[in-house]
């Protein structure tokens, strides 16, 4: 860890408030600098998870709790003093690289990752190393849109992490050292883990990305104790035909030649085995019905339908499965047979709904690609509502072309292939019935390019491209999943890509690519305070307290898919 001079941080923190900054020191394995001593590493019991959304000091899950709603129930911070927050402590982790790590905060113990797969504890009050384990990688990783680590998960004495080699590996919480672990996937057929793992009743849940690389995806439950596997779903069935629909969720037309698809089906027979589907973020959990809830990503490979006819199920959408078996309880597709990488990659949220009659029924909410937030029914994933666009539709169903991609000819697809939502966590206030998601828009431009199956190389079928001179935006915005109006909308100047949190001092933070961390009323999207951090804050807010006091903790590490300047801060704020 490098330490912070006053100098650095006035030049990071432009002229805002410094009273009361900490700066980090380096400590050993389990060690303790002179300055402060360590807090005591908790044990986290299935109790403390189950409950995690009552508790205002920790923040226990990636996304807050297992309903995944990031909505943290300390209001110490609020709308009306939050112009007085200012920085506490700032740890610079030893890789500069893109940060998309949500802090884990277990009384007073902070938990953080990076890119490559470093894992941190800090002492969160003072952001003091406790200890630092680096992951021993493997000799082959292949991984799409960065060498990104999603978070770490916590039960019991243990931090758990996925690894871009394909592991699961848990550390003991206590000193850093590595437990045990265990390979999940091939890495060598471009499987690799970069989502967040969730603990629940002894089982460690992790998907698996890769869909860019021709991988039959996953979930995967394994014993928390000694990693031994418990169940597999596939995420893509031996018949992934499906109905052949020719309209979106929405109900726009996507324009496919069913009749080419189903010659090329009697040719060449079903493609599941290498037609992706990876799941990019964590499920929730309904503890319950004993369900868990998650999306799964596009089809492999990406642009090219021509070689995977039929719907491509179960690529493109909500799936919920049963948490003790694994088995099937209910899907629901957003996009059959896509041909644009709009896949579903932003986590499941499960909130209570109005369905179509008034009535308040156990929803499950996504925020996708596509620019909507969708709203189901949590008994069997059929959709109830989804929202106003959050963002331009006024290309969405260009198909690719065969030419390139700078050719005045190739086809123009807006927003583009990142967005609407990419995987960024959306965050919601169920006093409100507000959903917070951040967006982008890229112009670009789709190209198709059909190639044979490459085997654990990168499988576009094509290219996207950013348009010179085009669009790059995005916006903050917040939609009533009771109706699916928007509340109010935020433009930002660049795209949008990290995620969000909400509080019960009726204030959101969001991070932009170009350094600026802000504070949002909660009601009307007002800004009431910002911070430049000096890289781009694409990553996951958390919030916690701890001596008294309420911290919001981010980290600044910037982003490969939007091309944002990187950084290795691991920032954290208080009001005094």
């Known amino acids: ?84 927050l200012h920085v506490s402590w700032i740890f610079q982790t030893d890789v500069r690289e893109s940060m998309e790590t949500s802090p884990i905060v277990v009384n007073g113990v902070m938990y953080v990752t990076t890119s490559f797969d470093h894992v941190y504890a800090l002492n969160a009050q003072t952001g003091e190393q406790i200890w630092h384990y680096k992951h021993e990688m493997g000799p082959i990783t292949v991984y799409c849109c960065g060498p990104n680590n999603r978070g770490a998960a916590v039960s019991d004495d243990k931090v758990y992490i996925g690894t871009l080699d394909a592991k699961l590996v848990a550390l003991d919480a206590k000193t850093g050292k590595l437990l045990w672990s265990q390979q999940i996937a091939d890495p060598s057929l471009g499987y690799s883990e970069t989502m967040a793992p969730t603990v629940v009743d002894g089982k460690v849940l992790i998907g698996t990305n890769g869909g860019e690389y021709g991988i039959r995806g996953f979930v995967k439950a394994l014993d928390a104790n000694d990693g031994k596997l418990l169940w597999t779903f596939d995420t893509i069935p031996e018949n992934s035909v499906g109905v052949w629909a020719t309209k979106d969720a929405t109900g726009r037309d996507m324009h496919r030649d069913i ?130 666009p959050m963002v331009s539709q006024k ?78 935006a995005g916006n903050v915005t917040a939609v009533d999943y009771n109706t699916g109006k928007i509340k109010w909308q935020v433009k930002t100047p660049e795209p949008m890509i990290g995620g969000i949190l909400a509080t019960a001092g009726g204030v959101v933070f969001a991070g932009e690519a170009n350094g600026w961390f802000k504070a949002y009323d909660a009601n009307t999207g007002s800004v009431l305070w910002k911070f430049q951090a000096g890289a781009g804050v694409n990553a996951p807010p958390s919030s916690y307290m701890v001596g008294g006091k309420q911290y919001i903790a981010v980290a600044a590490g910037g982003n490969v898919q939007i091309d944002s300047k990187r950084g290795n801060s691991i920032v954290a704020f208080t009001l005094d």
């Open 259 to 388: 009749a080419a698809e189903k010659e090329a089906l009697a040719k060449n027979g079903d493609p599941w085995k290498t037609l992706g589907g990876g799941v990019w973020q964590n499920p929730s959990v309904d503890l319950a019905t004993k369900r868990i809830y998650f999306v799964v990503g596009n089809p492999s490979p990406d642009l090219d339908g021509a070689i995977r006819p039929g719907d491509n199920l179960y690529t493109d959408s909500l799936v919920s499965v049963d948490l003790d078996t694994g088995k099937l309880a209910c899907y629901f597709q957003y996009i059959a047979h896509d041909i644009w990488d709009l896949d579903a990659t932003s986590p499941t949220v499960l909130v209570d709904v109005k369905d179509g009659s008034g009535k308040t029924i156990p929803g499950v909410l996504h925020a996708g690609k596509t620019g909507y937030i969708y709203v189901h029914d949590r008994k069997d994933c059929k959709l109830i509502r989804f929202s106003e």
């Open 395 to 472: 290309d969405r169903w260009v198909l690719p072309t065969p030419t390139q991609a700078l050719d005045p000819k190739a086809a123009r697809m807006f927003p583009g292939a990142n967005g609407g939502v990419e995987w960024s966590p959306i965050a919601t206030d169920p006093g409100l019935g507000l959903a917070y998601a951040i967006n982008l828009e890229q112009e670009m431009t789709y190209t198709v390019d059909s190639t044979p199956y490459p085997q654990g190389k990168l499988w576009l079928g094509g290219a996207f491209t950013n348009v010179p001179g085009g669009v790059q």
């Open 1 to 84: 860890m490098i330490r912070i001079g006053r100098t650095m941080l006035l030049a990071g923190a432009m002229a805002l408030p410094l009273a009361g900054v900490a700066f980090a020191q380096e400590t050993g394995p389990g060690g303790t600098s002179a300055a402060t001593k360590a807090p005591p590493i908790p044990s986290v019991s299935q109790a403390m998870l189950s409950s995690a959304a009552k508790d205002s000091n920790n923040f226990l899950h990636t996304n807050g709790n297992y309903d995944q709603t990031r909505f943290h129930p300390a209001e110490q911070i609020n709308a009306k003093n939050v112009k007085g």
